[in-house]
């Protein structure tokens, strides 16, 4: 398949999302893939790319979910004067 697309299972132990979640994903546009038939079966296929920009904690997923950003605190505070 080469390296822009992995399996399901690939993308969950990358991700750490489960592979239900991984394929309702795939299902509803969110993360871009394909459908392969291969020895009777059907295969997904999720592009890398897509599953890295969903899974940043910058600008993926987390950015909708209602709550705090504590990773988007700033980590080096101002030293008060003395």
Excluded at 14 to 21: I, Q
Excluded at 26 to 36: A, D, I, M, T, Y
Excluded at 69 to 82: A, F, G, I
């Amino acid at each position: 398949m080469g390296g822009d697309y992995i399996s399901i299972a690939e993308a969950a132990q990358r991700c750490g999302l489960h592979r239900n979640t991984i394929q309702r994903l795939l299902r509803e546009g969110r993360l871009v893939g394909f459908k392969e038939h291969h020895s009777g079966q059907f295969r997904w296929w999720v592009s890398v790319r897509s599953l890295e920009e969903y899974t940043n904690p910058w600008t993926g997923f987390l950015m909708d979910r209602p709550g705090p950003k504590m990773y988007l605190t700033k980590r080096d505070k101002p030293k008060p004067d003395e």
